[in-house]
């Protein structure tokens, strides 16, 4: 749904501001932008681009018609009597004044006499000064009234714990929907290998808990049968036969439940497929995108990755969470109207869903509230930190109380490991972060790249034959290899372990004397044949997974990238782990190892380089910092290696922002072209408004006059342009600005009025002033009755002059949330910058395609 760049304009914030014309014919009206009681009069001066070609400008327009008015005395002057704003009396009186008056007798709230004023178009955005000011005046209006009654004390007391009320709702519908998700995705993993015959709900690890058998990570407990057992019996465990049956029975259920995903997805909720998260980033930005965060997309999306997740293909479901609890969120806001009437506000509570659900997705409440607010959340003022960190923590702990892990621990990947790091490990800590930022870059560049052609080509029109064809690749090419058959979840935390007894697998194949472990330390010893043979399955894993996962991100199924990317480096920092603990082994002796190596103790954990290396590749990806690190020792239990943690991340930030400057979030988001104006980047150019505003020079300028248009000029005016709003201005002659009135506010105010006041025609007159100017109160009153629209109108939009760098004017949209501001010269009304026009400015300024910005 894409507007013309050149008409998009969008609906003014309400700053307020004071105007005063002076008296006469040849007076002209100003405005100041910031907050200020302080009358202001300019002078009235020509300048080249204050031209407006409009039809009619300087002479009678022909959409002016004159209509006789009987005469009316007025007390004020005829600019201020058409304008109308004035405030008089001190700053004091004017706010006990406003707060006598119910909320939508102010001019920038709503209209409640009107349906759908104040509302927002789809893939639009919302302006955050005029939702903020109108929840402000709300909130004046209520602790006024509180003192009345007992309900208005009760009113005031719902009001002031609803958003608290809301967070713990969120909360805790997250963590049980969480529960639900890892409890469906885990058995119907393990459904592909087989079925528990004697309870066939349990999966194969509570299936053997409950014949009190130890399960080993590529065998099974008696209990637990495969479906070569299942369908040729008991003969049939071992052997080829065997193998080809599980084989097929492993790619038939994952390519069956992908195509029950990408079905699902395609017909009840496309906005379900993918990971969520550049869609999250942007509508927390102030980005309308109806039904995203819908009942129908947070039920496909939780069925959907269970299914994905199920199916084997590279992918997790992390990232889908937390579009799952920013649909909680988002539904549950609509219980409380402070927050499901007001865009602003509703933002708040989506902030604190986007905690809690990397919350109960890693069980990180802590690093989950830091994603939310380095990573995801556009608008974080404290109180949203507070409420953030609350919604996270009921979460967590009501995940904790279903237990999907079936342990004490709440974390995905918990491990203890038995020694500390030696200062000679940082150095390859460091090079796993460059490393990791390698990988980062050049996976995002791969995927943005395949993503591009299928946008571009027919292979977006088949998309649940695309899955279908991943699926079966995954599957096929995953099946010979153990460590791409095994989950990707339970490859990682194999990866971080530290081998022991317990650990029965080849990666653990050293020579040495486990039953000293259970007397004293663990001894470094040589690695065996199963380690090396490990090693190269390991590699050819990391080349199949980071092959697919490029083909994966994208397909219509809900998908995360936390995972892939957390295996990716686990992949390579245990074979770094492992070379330098071959390597302590082996010189011992070497000073860097500072004597540490030669008590004869094992001083290297390959486990501890898997897990910085998970760290690394994950910020090369996502270019994720403090979240990163806080995730991922609440992840891990791993407290005592926060600084091994923070130089890979910082050396992978480092290399991914020297090779690439946006993260994959930040890549897909340019990609689908979102209005996201990111707070993180500068604006280093010397351009200014004049050269960024539409229109361009010579070209007509839309506008509404205060008081001198039809309603047939209106509706005119509205059928022959798309704009998503106009400037409000005296007078054809006199273009100095009034105000900004948004399109869909117009439209519906003009439809209402023909339904329910009698006498409006298509000759009734528009006001935008609660009088009639001085010139038609001497004629005759037609009969016509005057629809008047004063109550839409934003009578202090945010404005800057032609001369204004675009560094503030950019500034100025970051900072403040802006959707336009109007551009004056000495009162005089210019031309528009639209939010978009910014977004295309900047790309122009940085060699790339300003048309690839599609959403206003």
């Not at 590529?218 to 080809?244: F, L, R, T």
């Not at 050293?510 to 010893?525: I, L």
């Not at 399955?537 to 080349?543: E, G, I, K, M, S």
Request: glycine share 8%.
């Amino acid at each position: 749904m894409e507007t013309d760049p050149l008409r998009a304009f969008s609906y003014g914030s309400p700053t307020e501001a004071t105007f005063r014309g002076s008296s006469g014919d040849s007076a002209v009206s100003g405005q100041i932008t910031q907050p200020s009681y302080q009358a202001v009069t300019f002078a009235e001066e020509s300048h080249p681009l204050s031209t407006l070609n409009q039809p009619g400008a300087g002479t009678s327009s022909p959409l002016r018609k004159k209509t006789p008015y009987p005469l009316k005395p007025f007390s004020l002057s005829s600019d201020e009597d058409m304008i109308d704003i004035t405030h008089q009396g001190t700053v004091n009186e004017i706010h006990d004044h406003e707060e006598d008056l119910p909320p939508q007798s102010t001019s920038y709230y709503d209209s409640e006499d009107i349906p759908g004023i104040g509302q927002y178009e789809d893939f639009h955005t919302i302006d955050w000064q005029r939702d903020i000011a109108r929840d402000r005046m709300r909130h004046r209006y209520i602790v006024k009234k509180r003192q009345d009654s007992i309900c208005d004390l009760v009113k005031g007391a719902h009001d002031a714990w609803s958003g608290w009320l809301c967070v713990l709702l969120v909360g805790i519908c997250a963590g049980a929907l969480a529960g639900v998700i890892d409890i469906g995705a885990s058995w119907m993993t393990d459904l592909k290998f087989g079925l528990c015959p004697a309870a066939f709900w349990l999966n194969r690890e509570q299936c053997c808990w409950s014949s009190n058998e130890t399960e080993s990570v590529h065998g099974n407990c008696s209990q637990w049968w495969v479906w070569s057992e299942i369908i040729g019996g008991k003969n049939y465990k071992e052997g080829a036969a065997a193998y080809i049956i599980s084989y097929l029975c492993y790619v038939l259920w994952a390519v069956g439940f992908a195509t029950l995903a990408a079905s699902l997805v395609r017909t009840f909720a496309p906005y379900s497929a993918g990971s969520g998260i550049p869609e999250i980033k942007t509508i927390l930005s102030g980005f309308i995108i109806r039904s995203y965060l819908g009942k129908w997309t947070l039920l496909i999306k939780s069925v959907g990755i269970m299914l994905s997740v199920s199916s084997g293909l590279m992918l997790g479901k992390e990232g889908p969470m937390v579009h799952i609890a920013c649909c909680i969120g988002n539904i549950l806001s609509y219980l409380f109207p402070k927050y499901g009437r007001n865009e602003a506000k509703k933002r708040e509570i989506l902030s604190a869903a986007a905690a809690a659900g990397v919350s109960v997705a890693f069980g990180a409440p802590i690093g989950g509230v830091l994603f939310s607010l380095e990573e995801v959340s556009y608008y974080f003022p404290l109180k949203t930190l507070w409420r953030s960190f609350f919604c996270a923590l009921v979460a967590a702990f009501v995940l904790q109380s279903i237990n999907p892990f079936g342990n004490e621990h709440s974390v995905l990947f918990y491990v203890e490991y038995n020694k500390p790091w030696i200062f000679f490990e940082l150095v390859p800590f460091i090079g796993l972060g460059i490393i990791g930022g390698l990988i980062g870059t050049l996976f995002i560049k791969a995927n943005i790249w395949w993503c591009r052609f299928r946008k571009t080509s027919k292979l977006g029109q088949y998309p649940i034959t695309e899955v279908i064809v991943v699926t079966l690749l995954t599957a096929v090419l995953a099946y010979p290899n153990p460590y791409t058959r095994m989950p990707t979840s339970q490859l990682i935390y194999l990866l971080f372990s530290q081998c022991g007894l317990s650990v029965k697998d080849d990666i653990c194949d050293y020579k040495r004397n486990y039953d000293r472990a259970q007397t004293g330390g663990v001894e470094m010893a040589e690695a065996g044949p199963g380690v090396f043979n490990a090693i190269w399955l390991l590699l050819l894993a990391l080349v199949f997974k980071f092959i697919i996962t490029i083909f994966t991100f994208g397909i219509k199924v809900p998908a995360g990238l936390f995972i892939p990317s957390l295996c990716f480096g686990a992949i390579v920092g245990r074979i770094v782990g492992i070379a330098v603990e071959q390597l302590a082994f082996v010189h011992s002796e070497l000073w860097f190892f500072s004597g540490e190596c030669l008590k004869g103790e094992d001083c290297i954990t390959p486990g501890l380089y898997a897990m910085v290396g998970a760290a690394a590749v994950l910020g090369g990806v996502t270019r994720m910092t403090v979240s990163l690190v806080v995730i991922m020792f609440e992840l891990t239990g791993g407290v005592r290696y926060i600084v091994p943690l923070m130089a890979a991340a910082m050396a992978s930030k480092w290399v991914g922002d020297a090779l690439g400057r946006q993260g994959i979030y930040d890549a897909h988001i340019n990609l689908n072209g979102y209005p996201f104006l990111d707070s993180k980047e500068e604006f280093g150019h010397t351009t200014l408004a004049a050269d960024v505003m539409q229109p361009r020079r010579g070209e007509p300028l839309c506008y509404v006059t205060q008081d001198s248009m039809t309603v047939e000029d209106v509706e005119n005016l509205l059928k022959e342009t798309e704009h998503n709003g106009f400037p409000v201005v005296i007078s054809h002659e006199s273009p100095f600005l009034v105000g900004f009135v948004l399109r869909r506010d117009l439209n519906l105010a003009i439809t209402n009025a023909k339904q329910t006041i009698e006498g409006v025609d298509s000759n009734s007159l528009c006001w935008f002033t609660n009088h009639p100017p001085a010139e038609q109160s001497r004629t005759v009153r037609p009969s016509s009755t005057p629809v008047k629209l004063k109550k839409i109108l934003d009578m202090a939009p945010i404005t800057v002059t032609d001369q204004t760098p675009m560094e503030t004017v950019v500034d100025m949209f970051r900072k403040l949330g802006l959707r336009q501001t109007l551009v004056t010269h000495n009162g005089r009304l210019l031309g528009i910058i639209t939010k978009k026009d910014v977004l295309r400015h900047i790309k122009q300024m940085d060699d790339e395609d300003p048309n690839s910005v599609l959403f206003n």
